[in-house]
């Protein structure tokens, strides 16, 4: 399967480039497998689409500032560091830019030197292993004072507030990019959701290195995903298990939620278990699903991995078909943007 077979053309001025004010005031596109059909509604009508005994399984995972800009200790040269794992205490994994300029030993500085990093290993790709030196508090006491929140490149607008590039439901810092499928939900639409009868789960999954890196073969089965961090508790995996064993529907809130069931899913597993551990599942079309009974997701780049994986849950020709239409719509693409909900039989009372 080619890569370009996931390509579309998407008007630059459909790129959201700020949040709304109201996180429920986004569009809605929900599209149905079963029927073959598109609609187009308003999130604030998810409940709708939901039954009691459903349930949403949310990524609480909560977003670093992330970005630093420093300068070269030895010669003032502006640089730019993307935090993206810790190997072990104050050293990190890093994107640099320009990564040519930093080589084995050269000292970063940032915040007027309150902030030092050494670099220990050269990777690919731009990639650097980088050591952290500072005095007083924590490294992360640091980074809230001097990171910047690592908006993803097509945002150009600035961020005034931060939160607004977090979940309301943020719990564990680890990500360099948001769940951002979650960025729809308010605490009173939840607590009117679990009123409802619907159940509400949560999985942690660190959204990593792969947010930034295009498909870069050309066919889809060439390519390698990056390893994420995630996290399923006891209590979810049983609430799971009971949502199963009384028929109600699980439905993943974005992409990182459903990679993380369908990774605990496979291998045989016949039923959720607490894990961690490291994933790279990479889902396209043909994957057979055993997490999940639907999702809700925002707009995807062209021929980027998780519209691959949307398509391999509602079938590539729908999905094309359904980002034809919210072109034509002008519908809001990507972090920022509208939503979609892919949910068998959610069209039939339409």
């Known amino acids: ?75 003032g040269a502006k640089i730019e560091v993307l935090l993206l794992k810790e190997e072990e205490k104050d050293t990190w994994k890093t994107l640099v830019k320009p990564a040519k300029r930093i080589k084995e030993g050269t000292v970063i500085s940032f915040g007027d030197g309150r902030l030092k990093a050494t670099c220990m290993q050269e990777g690919d790709q731009g990639e650097r292993v980088l050591k952290f030196d500072y005095e007083g508090g924590t490294f992360f006491e640091m980074l809230d004072e001097l990171g910047e929140m690592p908006l993803p490149p097509y945002i150009r607008e600035q961020l005034n507030d931060r939160e607004r590039y977090q979940t309301v439901f943020s719990k564990h810092t680890g990500s360099v990019a948001a769940p951002t499928a979650g960025l729809h939900f308010t605490e009173e639409l939840i607590a009117d959701l679990q009123e409802r009868g619907i159940h509400v789960a949560y999985i942690t999954l660190h959204v990593g290195l792969g947010t930034f890196r295009p498909v870069t073969a050309e066919n889809v089965e060439e390519h390698e995903m ?13 609430l799971l298990n009971q949502v199963r064993s009384e028929g109600g529907r699980i439905i993943a809130v974005g992409t990182t939620s459903c990679r993380t069931l369908e990774t605990i899913m496979q291998n045989g597993a016949e039923s959720f278990q607490e894990q961690s551990g490291w994933t790279d599942i990479f889902i396209y079309p043909g994957f057979e699903f055993k997490g999940i009974d639907g999702m809700i997701t925002n707009f995807h780049l062209p021929q980027s991995t998780l519209i691959m994986l949307v398509s391999a849950l509602a079938g590539k020709e729908l999905i094309m078909k359904a980002y034809e239409e919210a072109v034509q719509q002008e519908y809001r693409f990507f972090s920022f943007g509208d939503s979609m909900l892919i949910l068998e039989g959610s069209t039939k009372h339409l």
Request: aromatic share 8%; proline share 6%.
């Open 1 to 75: 399967m080619r890569v370009e077979e996931f390509n579309f053309n998407l008007p630059e001025h459909l790129i959201a480039q700020t949040p709304l004010k109201d996180r429920t005031k986004s569009r809605m596109m929900v599209v149905d497998p079963e029927m073959g059909r598109v609609e187009n509604r308003a999130f604030s009508e998810v409940s709708e689409f939901l039954q009691p005994g459903d349930c949403l399984v949310l990524n609480d995972t909560r977003v670093m500032p992330a970005r630093l800009y420093g300068m070269k200790a030895d010669t």
């Open 226 to 238: 990056h390893g994420e961090y995630y996290q399923v508790s006891k209590g979810t995996a049983n």
